[in-house]
C-alpha cells in the first residue's frame, strides 16, 4: 500500500473497540431509567403558641383607656418619684378583683413573648387601645409582663435596665446611653396617657413626667459628658454658688439612686404564702388567710419569700429543660435532613 493509504487507516477506528462500546452502552442504558427515591424530610413542627386563659381574655376584653392608663401611671410612678413606704400601701390602690386581671393577663404575655408566636386576635382590645391613645405595644406589654413576676416588681424598670445592660458586660457610657434610651420610651409613653381627670392618677402624671424629664436632663444628660468628656460632676461641697434649680438636681441623683433599691413586694396579693397555706386561696393577703399562729410577721414573711424563691427557680429550671429540649429536636431534624441528601 501507499504511504497515503497506511496513513489514512491509522485514524480509522478500531471495528472491535466500537463494537464493545456499543454493547458496553447498549447494557448500561437501562440502568439510567431508574431514580433513586429519598424520603421526604418532614418540616421542623413550630411551638404552639400559649393559649390564654378564660379570666385574661374577659378581663382585657373588658378593658377600656382610662383603666389602662391608670394602671400604668401607678407603675410609673413608683418606679421613677417615690418608693412605697409599705408593700400593702404599695398595692393598695389595685383591688382584689382586678388583681387578677392584671396578673393573668401578664403572664399571657410573658410566655407569648418567650415563645415568639404572637398572640393573634386575643388582645385585640388591648391593642386598639395602644393605637387609639399612640401608646408604644412593646413597652406597654412589658409593662404588663413585669408586674406579673413578684421577683421582677423588687425593682422599678430602670433599675432592671441598669441590671440588664451590666450583666451584657456593657460599657459605663454604653448603660448611660441605655438608660437615656429608657428614659425617652418612658417620657413618650407617660405623655400619652389617658388616666382618669380630677384624680390622684392625673396628679402622679404631673409628677411622673417631671420626674423622668429631670432624670434625664439633670442626673443621666451630666454622667454622659462627664463620661464623655470628663466635665466635673457637682456635688453639694463644690457648688454653693450655683442657681437653686442645680442644687435640685444634686438632690435628684440621690432620688434616682434610692430608686435602684429593692423593694419589698407584698407576696400575698399574687397568691403566694407559706408552706402551710394551700395554693386555692383568692388573691386577697386579708387577714383570715391560713397562717402559722406560733410564726412571727418576720418569719412569714421569709418563708414566703422562700417559697417565691423556690418557684421561681423551678421555673427557670423548667424553661432551660425545654429549651434544651427544642435544641436536641433541631439537631435532630437537621441530621435527618442530611441523611436525607446523602441517601
Not at 393573668?104 to 382590645?125: H, I, K, R, T, W
Not at 456593657?170 to 405623655?191: C, F, G
Not at 438632690?251 to 434610692?258: G, S
Not at 433599691?261 to 403566694?272: D, S
Request: aromatic residues 8%; hydrophobic residues 35%; glycine residues 2%.
Amino acid at each position: 500500500s501507499t504511504p497515503q493509504s497506511s496513513k489514512s487507516s491509522a485514524f480509522q477506528p478500531d471495528r472491535r473497540h466500537t463494537g464493545l462500546r456499543s454493547l458496553f452502552t447498549k447494557f448500561r442504558e437501562p440502568a439510567v431509567s431508574f431514580e433513586l427515591l429519598t424520603p421526604p424530610s418532614s418540616p421542623p413542627i413550630p411551638p404552639s403558641p400559649p393559649v390564654i386563659s378564660k379570666l385574661a381574655k374577659a378581663f382585657v376584653d373588658s378593658m377600656n383607656a382610662t383603666q389602662l392608663s391608670n394602671f400604668l401611671v401607678w407603675m410609673l410612678y413608683y418606679d421613677t418619684v417615690e418608693l412605697p413606704d409599705s408593700p400593702e400601701n404599695w398595692y393598695k390602690k389595685i383591688d382584689h378583683m382586678e388583681m387578677r386581671g392584671w396578673v393573668a393577663l401578664g403572664s399571657y404575655l410573658f410566655d407569648a413573648l418567650e415563645a415568639g408566636q404572637g398572640y393573634g386576635f386575643d388582645l385585640v382590645v388591648l391593642d386598639s387601645i395602644c393605637d387609639r391613645i399612640r401608646l408604644q405595644r412593646s413597652t406597654v406589654h412589658e409593662f404588663l409582663a413585669r408586674f406579673a413576676d413578684p421577683e421582677k416588681m423588687k425593682y422599678s424598670i430602670l433599675a432592671s435596665t441598669v441590671q440588664t445592660a451590666q450583666q451584657d458586660d456593657a460599657s459605663t457610657l454604653k448603660v448611660l446611653d441605655t438608660i437615656q434610651s429608657k428614659l425617652h420610651e418612658l417620657n413618650k409613653l407617660a405623655t400619652n396617657l389617658k388616666p382618669q381627670q380630677n384624680s390622684q392618677y392625673e396628679e402622679w402624671l404631673a409628677a411622673l413626667q417631671t420626674r423622668i424629664r429631670a432624670f434625664s436632663h439633670l442626673v443621666i444628660g451630666p454622667r454622659i459628658a462627664h463620661v464623655r468628656t470628663g466635665k466635673p460632676l457637682c456635688t453639694a461641697a463644690t457648688c454653693d454658688q450655683l442657681p437653686p434649680e442645680i442644687k435640685d438636681a444634686i438632690k435628684l441623683n440621690y432620688a434616682y439612686e434610692a430608686l435602684q433599691q429593692e423593694r419589698i413586694v407584698p407576696l400575698t396579693r399574687y397568691n403566694i404564702y407559706n408552706h402551710t397555706s394551700t395554693t386555692n386561696h383568692s388573691i386577697t393577703g386579708s387577714s383570715d388567710s391560713p397562717r402559722n399562729s406560733n410564726a412571727s410577721p418576720d418569719e412569714e414573711t421569709e418563708r414566703a419569700r422562700n417559697h417565691a424563691i423556690h418557684l421561681m427557680v423551678q421555673n427557670t429550671e423548667l424553661r432551660t429543660q425545654l429549651s434544651t429540649m427544642k435544641s436536641a429536636y433541631d439537631k435532630l431534624v437537621d441530621a435527618n435532613e442530611k441523611l436525607a441528601r446523602r441517601i
